[in-house]
């Protein structure tokens, strides 16, 4: 499974982006897939996630109400819109897949892109 993440960039606090992942390789609608981010000097965090077939979502604390996970099965590909963006949101945002039943934790993710850097400026 290859996963390729795209559409960061720089934008001000209270503008919005949007990121998509597009996967290739096996059967995208098999997996459960999410988004993690670093920021510098911090260690990677768990984002969002959707199940198979987008019924259920789960976000952080930190994003949720701002964030807005979404996927396309006919077009093997993950979104994560951003909205009312902070400072702090600036990171590498990465996606992945599993296999396993919803989980918020790093390892529970077989397949990682190669993350796409997001820059909040105040």
């Known amino acids: 499974v290859q996963l390729q993440a795209s559409g960061g960039g720089l934008v001000q606090a209270g503008g919005s982006l949007r990121l998509s992942c597009a996967v290739s390789g096996r059967t995208f609608s098999y997996y459960v897939m999410g988004w993690f981010r670093q920021a510098p000097g911090k260690e990677r965090e768990f984002v969002a996630l959707?199940?198979?077939?987008?019924?259920?979502?789960g976000y952080a604390d930190s994003v949720k109400g701002r964030f807005t996970i979404s996927r396309d099965n006919n077009k093997n590909t993950v979104f994560l819109q951003m909205d009312s963006l902070k400072p702090e949101d600036t990171a590498v945002y990465y996606c992945?897949?599993?296999?396993?039943?919803?989980?918020?934790?790093?390892?529970?993710?077989?397949?990682w892109g190669q993350g796409t850097q997001v820059t909040v400026s105040s």
């Open positions: 959707i199940s198979w077939n987008g019924s259920s979502t």
């Open positions: 992945a897949a599993s296999n396993q039943f919803l989980p918020r934790a790093q390892d529970g993710y077989a397949y």
